[in-house]
């Protein structure tokens, strides 16, 4: 269940929920919220009654504005680090992998809650703890992506991370957008055409002789 929807299933005023399940809904309502209006025109009036809840009650569970937005900042990067090793775990063929991972990075901005913008497209990465969030978790992809690069060629590490960079860069800016020019092209073609241009790319980059793995298009 999205936090949408824990918020559309919790949000009747009154109602008493398990503090976990209320913390759940108030974090629903404010991405709702945040996404819609952006931090600075965000108020915690608007977020306690999009919950259905009072002001004291979501005071109770975040002290103030930031700290629930850090709270979902935290939430949605955690989502997509995951997203990425999920992808690239999917499979040990190479293509398939480059590919599973553009689609993760799709799936994450095509997602009806629009929380990559949360991620992405802040109004607020001037906050040094925004920043910080938003510059992690690209590196954290980024050094998912590089693990694989480096096991499976001989690039350095460090030229391994300059790939990985650049192929989670292409990723995320392509996907927003094909996401906001609402693109007539398909997610599965989209992604398609963005891996045949990145695979053709990283395919230049020999396998170790050792993987025992086809050296052309089965790399």
């Not at 996404?35 to 103030?64: C, N, T, W």
């Not at 629930?68 to 999917?90: G, I, K, N, P």
Request: charged share 25%; hydrophobic share 40%.
């Amino acid at each position: 269940m999205t936090a949408i929807e824990q918020t559309e299933a919790a949000r009747p005023r009154g109602t008493r929920l398990p503090r976990r399940a209320r913390r759940n809904q108030l974090l629903g309502a404010a991405q709702e919220v945040f996404v819609a209006q952006g931090y600075h025109s965000a108020a915690m009036d608007d977020i306690a009654e999009r919950a259905g809840v009072s002001k004291p009650v979501l005071y109770q569970h975040f002290p103030g504005k930031l700290e629930l937005y850090l709270a979902l900042l935290d939430q949605h990067c955690e989502a997509l680090l995951q997203a990425v090793r999920t992808a690239l775990a999917s499979t040990t063929d190479n293509k398939l992998r480059v590919e599973a991972t553009m689609d993760a990075y799709f799936a994450y901005v095509e997602d009806e809650g629009g929380a990559f913008r949360l991620v992405f497209e802040s109004d607020l990465t001037n906050e040094p703890a925004v920043r910080e969030r938003v510059d992690r978790v690209s590196l954290q992809c980024a050094e998912a992506i590089s693990d694989v690069i480096a096991e499976d060629t001989d690039l350095s590490k460090d030229e391994s991370m300059l790939l990985a960079v650049g192929l989670g860069g292409v990723s995320q800016v392509v996907a927003r957008y094909w996401l906001s020019s609402e693109s007539p092209i398909p997610r599965d073609k989209a992604v398609a055409l963005l891996t045949s241009l990145a695979w053709r790319g990283i395919a230049g980059f020999p396998l170790h002789p050792t993987d025992g793995q086809p050296p052309a298009d089965g790399r």
